[in-house]
């Protein structure tokens, strides 16, 4: 069965230091989509990244990077020097492409993550 | 320039009163689904379409119904709404072409159902 933990309910840090948001997925699938995104106060959903399941690189974006590993089925996300725009709430997300055709899609319950001036 | 828009943003309506929440693309893009938001539970997927016509439920889809009668538009449609279906809802489109499966999200609709 699918599922997506991100065992940090919130986090709080202060300005300039790293913080690194956990998430662990099941899936019984060979092939599936990883995802991180980003809901700031005002509430839209911003896309950060996307891993496949056969794509194990860690990727680094400016102060962003992702771990992604298979071996324990994590795929977590660190921000480097953390600066108070970085406040939201993270998803973590699995997809797995459906029989029929579509994507079924499971989103962890996020990570509240509150930087401090 | 590329976008999901939903409407109405807002929505306070009472328990049984039909409602319908409109979400269009203009991406050509071939998956649409629904999700809602609740505290603590992230989002979870109520229907999902993978091209005209073509519908399947998420995991949440007592109490909804959807259609897609054209490629852009997926309208998500409470027949007999409930208290507990108060949420923040959100639509996405995504591709299946260059596989790049990022999914597009609209603004959301809050619903209040009182």
């Known amino acids: 069965a699918q599922k997506v933990t991100q065992a940090q309910t919130e986090i709080s840090v202060v300005e300039k230091e790293d913080v690194t948001l956990d998430c662990v997925y099941e899936?019984?699938?060979?092939?599936?989509?990883l995802f991180w995104y980003k809901q700031p106060p005002s509430g839209e959903l911003v896309f950060l990244i996307r891993r496949n399941s056969f794509d194990e690189q860690n990727e680094i974006s400016g102060r962003y990077s992702w771990n992604f590993q298979k071996s324990t089925s994590s795929f977590n996300f660190t921000i480097t020097a953390s600066q108070v725009v970085d406040s939201a709430v993270y998803f973590c997300?699995?997809?797995?492409?459906?029989?029929?055709?579509?994507?079924?899609?499971?989103f962890g319950a996020g990570t509240r993550l509150f930087v401090k001036a | 320039e590329a976008q999901v828009t939903q409407n109405p943003r807002y929505l306070i309506t009472v328990t049984g009163k039909k409602l319908t929440v409109t979400c269009s693309q203009n991406?050509?893009?071939?998956?649409m689904s629904w999700y809602r938001q609740d505290p603590g539970l992230g989002l979870r997927q109520i229907y999902y379409s993978m091209n005209v016509e073509v519908t399947d439920k998420g995991d949440v889809p007592e109490g909804y119904k959807v259609s897609r009668k054209e490629k852009r538009n997926f309208p998500l449609i409470l027949e007999s709404p409930s208290p507990n279906q108060t949420s923040l809802y959100f639509c996405?489109?995504?591709?299946?072409?260059?596989?790049?499966?990022?999914?597009?999200f609209g603004p959301g609709t809050r619903l209040t159902v009182t």
């Open positions: 996405a489109s995504r591709s299946d072409r260059g596989r790049s499966y990022e999914q597009y």
């Open positions: 899936t019984r699938d060979t092939t599936y989509y």
């Open positions: 991406m050509n893009h071939e998956y």
């Open positions: 997300a699995l997809s797995e492409k459906k029989r029929t055709g579509g994507f079924k899609t499971i």
